[in-house]
């Protein structure tokens, strides 16, 4: 064989050594296409996913930050009622010991008045009967002052409680909305 001869074969089986290349390549190509089409999708609905997570990350924390504002609120509020009760029992005890020293100075006036009267008296039954008439007096004087001072008391306790009891209602109120 000729040397002209020798190349011709080789020359017929390079194409068809070629061709299955080509269709390789083509092959190759169209799965990179399509790989790339199946990667650009799972991006897609990762970034949706991750798109989605986020929005609820968001949503949650609104709902906590605004959970922990009316929380803020409402010991906010609790702290003010307490102070405004404190007020009301502080400014009611303080007419209540003013009305007590008022009563106190009147009595030992009375007393002290009886016991003059006392001591300038005559006979044994005039003694007798002014020191009745001061028993009487102090007695009489301690029952209707001390009903009135258990009163008032009671008055200033319920009127400073009052400002609880509406806080106390209004969570309640609040719990059972939530609820």
Not at 54 to 59: D, I, W
Not at 149 to 163: F, G, N, R
């Given at each position: 064989?000729?040397?002209?001869?020798?190349?011709?074969?080789k020359a017929e089986k390079t194409n068809e050594t070629v061709r299955p290349f080509k269709s390789a390549a083509e092959a190759t190509t169209q799965a990179a296409e399509h790989a790339k089409s199946a990667l650009h999708g799972v991006?897609?609905?990762?970034?949706?996913t991750v798109h989605e997570f986020q929005g609820r990350v968001t949503e949650s924390f609104n709902e906590a930050s605004k959970a922990a504002r009316e929380a803020y609120e409402f010991q906010?509020?609790?702290?003010?009622?307490?102070?405004?009760?404190?007020?009301i029992y502080g400014e009611g005890l303080q007419g209540l010991v003013t009305h007590a020293a008022?009563?106190?100075?009147?009595?030992?006036?009375?007393?002290?008045?009886?016991?003059?009267?006392?001591m300038t008296t005559r006979s044994f039954s005039e003694?007798?009967?002014?020191?009745?008439?001061?028993?009487?007096?102090?007695t009489?004087?301690?029952?209707?002052?001390?009903?009135?001072?258990?009163?008032?008391?009671l008055s200033v306790t319920e009127k400073a409680v009052a400002p609880l009891t509406a806080k106390a209602e209004e969570a309640a109120q609040k719990i059972s909305k939530a609820a």
């Amino acid at each position: 064989m000729s040397e002209a001869e020798n190349k011709a074969p080789k020359a017929e089986k390079t194409n068809e050594t070629v061709r299955p290349f080509k269709s390789a390549a083509e092959a190759t190509t169209q799965a990179a296409e399509h790989a790339k089409s199946a990667l650009h999708g799972v991006q897609e609905r990762v970034a949706g996913t991750v798109h989605e997570f986020q929005g609820r990350v968001t949503e949650s924390f609104n709902e906590a930050s605004k959970a922990a504002r009316e929380a803020y609120e409402f010991q906010r509020g609790a702290v003010e009622t307490m102070i405004e009760a404190g007020r009301i029992y502080g400014e009611g005890l303080q007419g209540l010991v003013t009305h007590a020293a008022n009563v106190n100075r009147a009595q030992f006036e009375e007393t002290v008045s009886a016991l003059r009267s006392l001591m300038t008296t005559r006979s044994f039954s005039e003694a007798v009967k002014l020191q009745t008439e001061l028993a009487r007096a102090v007695t009489s004087r301690a029952l209707t002052e001390g009903s009135k001072m258990v009163h008032d008391y009671l008055s200033v306790t319920e009127k400073a409680v009052a400002p609880l009891t509406a806080k106390a209602e209004e969570a309640a109120q609040k719990i059972s909305k939530a609820a």
